[in-house]
């Protein structure tokens, strides 16, 4: 977790390209920050809140949604396999609080009681478990979390900074170097830190990018071409999808989204085309075409599932 000073030294690279951008909230970033390292705790195997929080006096925001006192909610400790990583928790609205305590008006992934629907969300349980529903109460948003964990599944984001961020933006972070800079410096020393909940077996953990197209894109052609390094832990699916795609100079940019034919089994021999005419160019990139956000099937595609 970012302590106040590394958080305004971040801020203060972030904002070259947002200098008159609303200033995010650092007790907000810590809350939700926490909610991140409770579903830590799930691969730690131990309710870490004590140590974080020095005391047993203070009071959470809920008591940890995945654990009974100090057991774990599943039988067995999991170990990270799929790391996905997304752009930056939702800007925070107003809460709309439904007859079970769910909050219907805001979607981050780690707070159990954001029940409205997210892609963020909904696409990866239907990746790892089709049966699994869209959840309206909290007790029902935690076991959905539990059981993306059961899988090795996590959720990082590029950014720590919750903003509502424009096309504009992000091509202008892009442009300043501002994108690589946050890959290099934080998002890579999270992803150092989450080695150590890997499973440590044969086969690394798999690293996808769900978007935004235009920030996401941009870095996983870098990686792609080896201009960017990926943090030696991990591996990705850096080759582009086997449907018919233009020859492009890795000294450019190729298209965020290819067309392809309507074929059987089209995406890499895994799975047919139902009815969509694009997907990403590469094959760990997982947005749809409507850059809403990621599509279960490109989720399965970048995991190799």
Request: hydrophobic share 35%; charged share 20%; proline share 8%.
């Amino acid at each position: 977790m970012l302590t106040k000073k590394q958080f305004d030294d971040l801020l203060g690279e972030f904002k070259k390209a947002l200098p008159k951008g609303t200033i995010p909230d650092y007790n907000e970033y810590v809350e939700s920050e926490n909610m991140f390292e409770d579903y830590l705790d799930i691969f730690r195997g131990i309710n870490t809140r004590m140590e974080r929080s020095g005391s047993s006096n203070i009071k959470w925001y809920y008591d940890h949604p995945f654990f009974n006192g100090d057991k774990l909610k599943l039988e067995k400790k999991p170990c990270i396999r799929y790391v996905m990583i997304g752009e930056a928790r939702p800007k925070p609205n107003e809460p709309v609080i439904n007859n079970c305590g769910g909050d219907e008006n805001n979607t981050y992934f780690y707070n159990v009681t954001h029940v409205k629907n997210t892609r963020w969300l909904s696409e990866p349980c239907r990746a790892f478990n089709p049966l699994l529903t869209r959840p309206s109460c909290p007790n029902q948003k935690a076991a959905l979390l539990l059981d993306l964990a059961s899988k090795g599944y996590v959720l990082v984001d590029l950014f720590p900074f919750a903003i509502t961020f424009t096309s504009s933006i992000r091509k202008k972070m892009n442009d300043l170097g501002i994108t690589n800079f946050f890959y290099s410096n934080y998002l890579d020393p999270i992803l150092t830190a989450l080695c150590k909940l890997t499973c440590h077996d044969e086969k690394k953990p798999i690293v996808a990018f769900s978007g935004s197209a235009i920030t996401h894109h941009y870095l996983m052609h870098q990686i792609a071409n080896g201009i960017l390094t990926l943090n030696p832990c991990f591996s990705i699916y850096a080759t582009p999808n086997y449907f018919i795609a233009p020859l492009v100079s890795t000294a450019l940019l190729p298209p965020t989204l290819i067309n392809w034919l309507p074929l059987p089994n089209a995406l890499n021999g895994i799975y047919p085309n139902i009815g969509l005419k694009q997907a990403p160019f590469y094959r760990a990139e997982c947005w749809d075409a409507s850059f809403s956000g990621p599509h279960f099937l490109f989720i399965r595609n970048a995991f190799d599932l």
